[in-house]
């Protein structure tokens, strides 16, 4: 028996896929597809969708090759402060994914940030805003959750590629519609060193095998008890 209920719980994901690169492309995620094949960077403004399962909604993102600060995962990265017109400050930017979802299940949110010290702008922490929103059928939203991140940049290089030290960060909510967005704000404004993004993942939490490990105890439980033996 305890063997039994071993090979089921081995045979449990140990996790899921990302959500984001299934719905759209493997490195979707991670703002890898479409290769723009750009020589440092680009800038988009809000409606651009050419970021693969992104939408700039506000301000203005640069996505960024690793020619000019190595990217958490793969060749790209988003700063999250968009150039602007010469002599301008970058503008605040936002980005948002729409992913389906399943309502009362528990969702895990993963994502990189870091920073930058450019152009004798030293100013810290940056700060980011998270907001996880639910869609229904009418297009109306209702917020699920709001969290802010600081990162504290510490370079002290301008040569490019500059080298850059990533933080993990991670926000967790449960889906209360069958769409939810997920959107990403810049709060570090007038700066001309931002706060970045990369390697967004969204995953599905495994439900805990409960009645599986309540047989695995069960099972262990058998093993220790003897049979009582009459005189």
């Known amino acids: 028996m305890v063997s039994a209920v071993w090979v089921a719980l081995s045979a449990l994901p140990l996790s899921a896929a990302n959500i ?14 479409p290769d723009p094949g750009i020589v440092s960077y680009e800038t988009f403004y809000p409606g651009d969708t050419d970021i693969d399962g992104w939408e700039v909604m506000e301000g203005s993102v640069d996505w960024v090759r690793s020619t000019v600060w190595n990217a958490s995962q793969g060749a790209y990265s988003i700063d999250m402060n968009g150039t602007s017109a010469p ?31 450019g152009f004798g702008n030293t100013t810290n922490p940056k700060q980011l805003e998270v907001s996880v929103k639910a869609v229904d059928l009418l297009g109306d939203t209702a917020e699920i959750s709001n969290t802010n991140h600081q990162f504290f940049a510490t370079n002290s290089s301008s040569v490019t590629p500059l080298a850059l030290t990533w933080e993990t ?34 995953e599905a939490v495994p439900e ?8 695995l105890a069960g099972g262990a439980a058998l093993r220790r008890r003897r049979p009582v033996r009459k005189c």
Not at 105 to 117: E, H, K, P, Q
């Open 20 to 33: 984001i690169d299934s719905i759209h492309q493997p490195g979707a995620g991670s703002f890898e597809v």
């Open 87 to 117: 002599g301008d400050p970058p503008s605040v930017g936002s980005i948002r994914t729409m992913i389906s979802t399943t309502i009362g299940t528990a969702y895990r949110l993963t994502f990189d940030v870091s920073g930058y010290n």
């Open 169 to 202: 960060r991670v926000v967790t909510f449960t889906a209360t519609q069958a769409t939810t967005t997920v959107t990403f704000l810049s709060r570090t404004t007038n700066n001309h060193s931002g706060i970045l993004l990369d390697n967004v993942s969204i």
């Open 208 to 215: 805990p095998a409960t009645g599986l490990l309540a047989a």
